[in-house]
């Protein structure tokens, strides 16, 4: 019981597949499933011609009218049902399109099955036995293949119904004449009338049935690779909001990297926009909205060029890591990357700062501030709602650093742990002793000079 329940459940899985596409990817699956339809009776006609010259070959063997008017009127049939399916498809919110594929189907089958009856009425010699050995019955397999083009399973499991309708219908015939001899010699079975019953009742249905299950399969590998690749997809969108295409690879290889919390060094930067409170007044909320959004596409550019991870905007701040969720191999690389993002930002607002005058607006001020130390980094929320994030004193302290810019009065302070992680450059003025806000001890500050 255990086995056929998980046949029943993999079974399950694979024909309810697209129950797990969201809506917009259902609607683009039922495009190109048109397309796929388009695609599949475009190519009936390439199976028409090849029917055609099927026929012609064989008219030797034809001996009557009847004969001959089987054949080419099944053919005509075959292309009359083509161009009837061709004009449907091409029509816009024709209700007969789905509808028609399985008639089209249906056609085709009965066309197979037609053609097997005449052939044995022709050359049978009143032995049913033929029903179910002729050769014919690999034609069969043409609207089977067919299917192929659409992601649609009932297609499949309908077309292989037709199949075992006729097929069985044929073996039924057969047994029930009294002139169809039934064998266990194999060599009658192949080159003589004989007919090897147990054989003919299994061996083309299972083969078939393999068939369709590998079809089915490949139909089911290919819509749970497009919601693998879908997911990815948006799961890359998703990262390169806060983290650098870099990292945005590494993160979707190792999607665990940022749902465990670990402690480790990190570096922290904190800008804020100076003023912002007075400038926002003057302006309406839609060009305050054009306003930030310009200002955070241009400072988190120059972030993720240089390795940095967004971590969230506060108001008009940017709180940005490095070394989040990765840190670097290299001692010291997060800090340097830091210091450079830094600059490039400050380069970058300098940039804004002369169009903005070109077009008589006001100019902006920036003050940044960047701290090193150990973090706590991770997932962190309730169930509803996850964020990752770091936590700790040396975030608290980073935003301090920044908040110094206002009464050091530079753009841009680091705290001494910074200025010796990228090597004690001499282009930093050191202020000793500097009292941050809401902390009791002081720390050396060094100010960028180069400015």
Known sequence: MAMFRSLRNAIYSVYCIRDQFPKYMSELLSEEEALGALFAVRFRYVIGFALIASAIANISNIETIWGYLVNFIGITV?????????????????????????????????????????????????????????????????????????????????????????????????????????????????????????DALVSKPVIYL??????????????????????????????????????????????????????????????????????????????????????????????????????????????VTFGTPLPS?????????????????????????????????VEIKIGIGIHSGEVFCGSIGSEERMEYTVIGDTVNTASRIESACKQIGSPLLISEVVWNEIGCPEAWKKYEDVLLPGREQKIHLYAYQNL
């Open 78 to 198: 075959y292309f009359i049902n083509t161009f009837i399916h061709l004009h449907i498809l091409k029509q816009k919110n024709n209700k007969w399109k789905s509808r028609y594929d399985y008639i089209s189907l249906l056609i085709d089958n009965l066309l197979i099955t037609i053609t097997i009856l005449n052939w044995y009425w022709i050359k049978g010699n009143g032995n049913p036995n033929f029903l179910v050995k002729t050769p014919l019955l690999i034609y069969y397999l043409l609207p089977l293949s067919l299917c192929l083009f659409q992601y649609r399973f009932s297609l499949v499991v309908f077309s292989f119904v037709c199949f075992l309708l006729s097929y069985y219908s044929f073996i039924a015939a057969a047994l029930h004449d009294p002139d169809a001899v039934v064998s266990l010699d194999w060599t009658s079975y192949v080159l003589g009338d004989e007919i090897i019953l147990l």
């Open 210 to 319: 393999i068939l369709v299950f590998a079809i089915s399969y490949g139909i089911f590998r290919s819509l749970r690779m497009l919601l693998k690749f879908a997911a990815s997809e948006t799961q890359k969108t998703t990262l390169s909001r806060y983290f650098s295409p870099d990292l945005v690879s590494e993160i979707v290889s190792d999607p665990e990297v940022i749902g465990r919390g670990k402690r480790q060094q990190v570096t922290v930067l904190f800008s804020d926009i100076r003023g912002f409170t007075q400038f926002s007044e003057l302006l309406d909320p839609e060009e305050l909205s054009i306003f930030l959004t310009e200002f955070r596409r241009r400072m988190v550019r120059v972030i993720f060029q240089n390795k940095g991870s967004l971590d969230k905007f506060i108001g008009d701040a940017v709180m």
């Open 329 to 361: 191999e290299v001692p010291g690389e997060d800090t340097k990357n830091a210091v450079n993002a830094a600059k490039a930002m400050l380069d970058e607002l300098r940039l804004w700062n002369e169009e903005r005058k070109a077009q008589g607006q």
